[in-house]
């Protein structure tokens, strides 16, 4: 049964122990008539619990066979009728009636959300019954079929409704367990599926911009006066596309920004986005940091050693083309359904320029990167170098990090 939908598992589950509950009381009230019978309407008393026991005997093999709608049905207006007779056969003062508010509480429990349109009508039924039953007895003067002496049918009256309100306790109890434990476990799924949600929504927005988001920020643009934005493309990528299979092509893409994921994280920068074998990630948002140029150089210096040792290992003619640039951008969440994080700006366009006029293998820094790193690293001038659209522009490639001065 556990691969059952949720509601229609915790439904039949419940189904299951409200019938067997039912065939207990029934059967120990049965047999309680029995052993105290002293006239035979006493004993036929007994005899219709213990045939109510039968019969609900039967609706549990069929609950237990799969069939939903049915069993749960006949067993409510069964039980409501066996529960009637019953209050009928021994009178008011016996107690029975005690179980009616049980009938009323368990169509809430035993229904699906599909037959949902079937609670009201059966915690109907269960209503109108004890209206009747009291009616019967309180107002027209209904007078049990079991009529016992005064003395004889106190006494009786007495243990009956006892015996029936504890009964009636432990089914209530058994019930607002079940019930409990079903808002423990919406509870947990809830908390689970918030978790998930958070987990997803972290995998493509930084930290701080979910929370905002969540907390209904609309729209969500922030202004950053320097940030390092940095740019890799892997050369050769195309032509072994055509070599490889679908299967081998996405495990090695999975393999090499699986890896500048972790750098970014290492180095505390923010993946921006991948297309197609480009990578792009920026430092200095949307938390502030001072070293920002340094971070993306270092980080686009570990994706180059990460590139080459990817190549020597799988004998691949794959290479790494980086390009770094620092400047103001523009920050936010566009999109209603699918969220994207991403920048705009002239920034952003020159470090795409970075990264195109570069060479394979090597680390393009533009005149503003240069300036904020050039105390930490090693950079070969390379003069002025035609980017398109934005004509002549100072270049430099990083040729190592001064790690003693860091």
């Known amino acids: 049964m556990s691969t059952l939908p949720r509601d229609e598992y915790k439904a039949r589950s419940m189904s299951l122990v409200a019938i067997s509950t039912t065939i207990i009381i029934s059967l120990i009230t049965g047999i309680l008539a029995f052993i105290q019978a002293h006239r035979p309407l006493e ?18 093999w069929g609950q237990w066979k799969g069939r939903s709608l049915a069993p749960r049905l006949f067993f409510l207006v069964t039980a409501n009728i066996h529960l009637g007779l019953i209050v009928f056969w021994y009178g008011w003062s016996y107690g029975a009636y005690l179980f009616y508010p049980v009938m009323m509480a368990l169509p809430f429990v035993i229904f699906t959300r599909r037959q949902k349109r079937l609670i009201l009508p059966m915690a109907a039924l269960a209503l109108l019954m004890l209206v009747l039953m009291f009616s019967l007895f309180q107002f027209a003067g209904t007078t049990p079929i079991v009529i016992r002496p005064p003395a004889e049918s106190e006494l009786r009256s007495t243990i009956g409704t006892s015996v029936n309100l504890l009964l009636m306790s432990l089914a209530m109890i058994l019930l607002m367990r ?50 390092t934005i940095l740019f890799a493309d892997i050369v050769g ?20 920004f699986s890896g500048f994921d972790e750098l970014a994280d290492q180095y505390e920068l923010e993946k921006i986005k991948t297309i197609g074998d480009c990578f792009m990630a920026v430092a200095g948002l949307p938390r502030l940091r001072e070293d920002h140029a340094l971070a993306a150089v270092r980080m686009a210096g570990a994706m180059r050693d990460l590139m080459e040792v990817i190549r020597s290992r799988k004998g691949i003619e794959l290479q790494i083309r980086i390009g770094v640039h620092s400047g103001p951008v523009v920050a936010g969440v566009i999109g209603r359904r699918k969220f994207s994080y991403d920048l705009w700006g002239d920034a952003v366009n020159v470090a795409s320029r970075m990264e195109s006029s570069g060479e394979s293998g090597r680390i393009n820094l533009s005149e503003n990167t240069y300036r904020l790193v050039n105390v930490y690293c090693e950079c070969e001038h390379r003069g002025k170098i035609h980017a398109k659209g934005k004509g002549e522009l100072d270049m430099y490639f990083l040729n190592r990090i001064k790690t003693e001065v860091l």
């Not at 990528?237 to 090499?256: H, P, Q, R, Y």
């Open 178 to 227: 079940y019930m409990r434990n079903v808002q423990f476990q919406a509870e947990d799924g809830l908390e689970f599926e918030r978790r998930r949600s958070d987990e997803l929504l972290l995998n493509v927005l930084p930290a701080p911009i979910a929370e905002r988001l969540k907390k209904g920020e609309q729209p969500i643009a922030d202004h950053f006066d320097a940030v």
């Open 237 to 256: 990528f195309t032509d072994l596309a055509a070599k490889k299979s679908a299967g081998e092509l996405v495990e090695l893409l999975n393999e090499i």
């Open 43 to 60: 004993f036929a008393g007994g005899v219709v619990n213990v045939a109510g026991a039968v019969v609900y005997m039967l609706t549990l």
